[in-house]
């Protein structure tokens, strides 16, 4: 078996599916990312433009508003296959074998049924801003340079529904080592001690990962 941070792998289907999913996932964290460096760009543009002609970026805070979903949300699935969610490791670490996944299981279960309530609110919420025939396929604007707000609202159920796809896999993948008593079930994050953690981040930072 080989692994990508804390996540085995195999040559079973549901680890085929895992690593397909998670290029998407990587693809989504890549956007994210980029809005972030795009936003600093738009605030070295702004504040310079302040500073050397008196005049700030147009509709500044409106491209912030309109990259803030991308930075939120669109790297949540990412972050949610290896494990990078805050939660209580000191807690879950002490569980072995069916108890533990049976506790995955069920707080896996309860994530999942919350998402698909938010998947169907936010795709709701689209819906509302988004119209073929307005302006721009608007209802909604921002308040300085009108630019519409569709995009950022789409974001939303785009990024929760991916999640929800990640926890599906993510309970099918408990339910298996639960059934099985597996040692090392694939295509979940397993729970490794401060030794590990340090050399996985050493080892990241070297730039040596495998």
Same mark, same amino acid.
């Given at each position: 078996?080989?692994?990508?941070?804390?996540v085995?792998?195999?040559?079973?289907?549901?680890?085929?599916?895992d690593?397909?999913?998670?290029?998407?996932?990587?693809?989504?964290a890549?956007?994210?990312?980029?809005?972030?460096?795009?936003?600093?760009?738009?605030?070295?543009?702004?504040?310079?433009?302040?500073?050397?002609?008196?005049?700030?970026?147009?509709?500044?805070?409106?491209?912030?508003?309109?990259?803030?979903?991308?930075?939120?949300?669109?790297?949540?699935?990412?972050?949610?296959?290896?494990?990078?969610?805050?939660?209580?490791?000191?807690?879950?670490? &002490?569980?072995?074998?069916?108890?533990?996944?049976?506790?995955?299981?069920?707080?896996?279960?309860?994530?999942?049924?919350?998402m698909?309530?938010?998947?169907?609110?936010?795709?709701a919420?689209?819906?509302?801003?988004?119209?073929?025939?307005?302006?721009?396929?608007?209802?909604d604007?921002?308040?300085?340079?009108?630019?519409?707000?569709?995009?950022?609202?789409?974001?939303?159920?785009?990024?929760?529904?991916?999640?929800?796809?990640?926890?599906?896999?993510?309970?099918?993948?408990?339910?298996? &080592?639960?059934?099985?008593?597996?040692?090392?079930?694939?295509?979940?994050?397993?729970?490794?001690?401060?030794?590990?953690? &340090?050399?996985?981040? &050493?080892?990241?930072?070297?730039?040596?990962?495998?």
């Amino acid at each position: 078996m080989a692994g990508s941070s804390l996540v085995l792998s195999d040559d079973s289907l549901l680890s085929r599916v895992d690593r397909r999913l998670y290029r998407l996932e990587r693809i989504f964290a890549l956007i994210s990312g980029l809005a972030v460096f795009s936003l600093m760009i738009l605030a070295v543009i702004s504040v310079s433009g302040r500073n050397f002609f008196n005049q700030p970026l147009p509709g500044y805070v409106d491209w912030i508003e309109q990259a803030m979903p991308l930075i939120a949300f669109m790297g949540i699935a990412f972050t949610q296959r290896d494990g990078g969610h805050i939660r209580m490791d000191m807690v879950v670490g &002490a569980l072995k074998g069916r108890t533990l996944y049976a506790v995955e299981f069920i707080t896996t279960l309860a994530i999942f049924a919350l998402m698909v309530l938010l998947v169907w609110g936010t795709w709701a919420h689209f819906q509302r801003s988004f119209d073929f025939g307005s302006p721009m396929w608007s209802r909604d604007s921002s308040m300085d340079i009108a630019l519409p707000i569709w995009p950022a609202k789409l974001m939303a159920p785009l990024a929760f529904g991916l999640l929800a796809l990640r926890l599906a896999l993510q309970l099918v993948a408990y339910a298996r &080592a639960f059934l099985n008593n597996m040692d090392q079930p694939v295509a979940v994050p397993l729970i490794a001690d401060a030794a590990t953690q &340090a050399a996985m981040e &050493a080892e990241q930072v070297s730039g040596n990962e495998k």
